[in-house]
């Protein structure tokens, strides 16, 4: 009987995070999909399927960075529910504890986390960095040249001189760059000329520039087709000034860490994003642990309104400490292991608390 009610309330909250989960990639889509036209409602000759393309690749990055609230708001589904219907009641008196109820939803949480840690985030970086790509090609090809004053910015030296890059947008971990401005000064600091161009490719010693054009003081803008810039940057170092830790899948974070530290460059985001992955399924347990806390009580002693808007106030404040410690162990101030651990520690621990004061006394 313990296993066959063990199976029903899994299954339960499994279903209840499916529904959630596809009602939540529905919302998604439809938002971002809406704001994606209203951005591109200027422009003629844009596809509605590339513009649909484009958004649906940058859903399920958007969709796993709340995931944990997911989570939490299925948990908390599925248990009032079966509150409601006396279910609990009538396993309570069949002799089953809180623990049995909440134990096949925390199993199942986290086997969630593992998947999402080693197969869904590794697609979700994939598609995110082809949504980067669509979205430059979309947006370049039909605005011209960039605007400066945005995106990423790189400084190189070469025997040339140096120069300053700005890019509105990068793919493949910056070796592909869109919307690019280059300012080039001399060894004395003295400016030369700006260079434009639509994309710039990294290749061994130089960047390709396509559809380029020259800005010099006192003269006409010259246009090249194809411009080759010297660069003394190498791709470990391109990479780590434009590629952000949250679209490199979890199975190259290792490599990308080992890349970082050879080179002597700081590798602190990588780490945070690292054991962040790794933690996920703890975090994930810790929410289903925390949404039990608030949603086992009994309808008919009251209360239940405000014990599940106190469980969502520190499920938030959860969010807002998990990002607050992630950028201090970015900026070096905090152990990427401490601020990957601490938030499903300390919402672990809350709803484990306030589960043995409920249930135990």
């Not at 390709?208 to 170092?237: F, G, M, S």
């Not at 201090?328 to 043995?356: D, E, H, Q, R």
């Amino acid at each position: 009987m313990t296993g066959t009610l063990a199976r029903y309330f899994g299954m339960r909250f499994l279903g209840a995070v499916i529904a959630i989960f596809l009602g939540l990639v529905v919302l998604v889509a439809m938002v971002d999909f809406i704001e994606m036209m209203r951005r591109t409602s200027d422009m003629k000759d844009v596809s509605a399927i590339l513009v649909a393309k484009v958004s649906l690749y940058r859903v399920p990055h958007l969709t796993e960075r709340v995931l944990p609230f997911t989570v939490m708001t299925a948990a908390m589904f599925c248990y009032l529910n079966l509150s409601r219907r006396l279910e609990l009641v009538i396993a309570r008196a069949a002799g089953l504890s809180a623990w049995q109820f909440i134990g096949p939803a925390i199993i199942i949480a986290f086997v969630i986390g593992a998947a999402t840690t080693a197969l869904y985030n590794p697609i979700s970086a994939s598609l995110r960095e082809e949504s980067a790509r669509l979205e430059a090609e979309l947006f370049n090809k039909t605005r011209g040249f960039a605007d400066v004053g945005s995106g990423f910015w790189v400084r190189q030296r070469s025997d040339e001189g140096q120069s300053i890059i700005n890019a509105k947008s990068s793919s493949q971990q910056g070796v592909q760059l869109a919307g690019v401005s280059v300012f080039k000064f001399d060894d004395s600091d003295h400016f030369l000329q700006r260079i434009e161009a639509k994309t710039a490719a990294l290749h061994n010693g130089f960047w390709r520039l396509e559809a380029a054009r020259i800005y010099v003081k006192d003269e006409p803008p010259a246009d090249q087709e194809i411009y080759d810039l010297r660069t003394n940057l190498t791709l470990t170092q391109v990479r780590e000034s434009f590629a952000t830790p949250d679209t490199v899948p979890f199975w190259q974070l290792l490599a990308y860490i080992r890349l970082a530290e050879n080179a002597g460059l700081a590798a602190a985001g990588y780490r945070v994003q690292y054991y962040q992955l790794l933690a996920q399924p703890f975090y994930l347990a810790a929410m289903v642990i925390l949404a039990a806390s608030v949603s086992l009580r009994s309808f008919r002693f009251g209360g239940v309104q405000r014990m599940v808007l106190g469980g969502v106030l520190v499920g938030f404040l959860l969010y807002v400490m998990s990002k607050v410690i992630g950028d201090l162990s970015k900026a070096g101030l905090l152990s990427p292991v401490i601020a990957a651990g601490l938030p499903p520690l300390a919402g672990g621990l809350t709803g484990l608390m306030m589960l043995l004061h409920q249930e135990d006394g």
